[in-house]
């Protein structure tokens, strides 16, 4: 059964998440993902490195949470190479992501 944990980034305003986002984990990444645009000021950080699959609905629940952003941006951090892949196709211009790979 897949897992995900997320917690808040020690050092900046953010969320770091492990394990994977999937049907099964998917209020849990979107709440993680509501409580972030809550908290968010200028530039939110996501911390991916531990994650090993983001299905569609996670992509979507992640441009969705930086398309409703009043302002600012989300950078996403060594997401799965997949993730990049997918946020390019269906969100070619979402300036408010900003993907640094792994």
């Known amino acids: ?3 995900l944990e ?3 980034l020690p050092d900046r305003p953010g969320l770091r ?3 994977e986002i999937t049907a099964v984990t998917r209020s849990s990444w979107e709440g ?5 645009a809550r908290r968010h000021a200028d530039v939110s950080f996501v ?3 531990e994650v ?3 299905d569609v609905s996670g992509a979507t629940a992640l441009a969705v949470t930086a398309l409703n952003l009043t302002a600012g941006r989300v950078v996403i951090e060594r997401p799965p190479s997949h993730l ?3 946020l390019e196709l269906f969100w070619p211009n979402l300036h408010r992501i ?4 792994r």
């Not at 900003?98 to 790979?101: H, L, R, Y």
């Open 17 to 19: 998440a492990s394990g």
């Open 84 to 86: 990049s892949r997918v």
């Open 47 to 49: 911390e991916l490195s």
């Open 1 to 3: 059964m897949a897992a």
């Open 98 to 101: 900003e993907v640094t790979p």
């Open 6 to 8: 997320v917690k808040p």
């Open 32 to 36: 993680a993902l509501a409580e972030l």
């Open 52 to 54: 090993e699959f983001v």
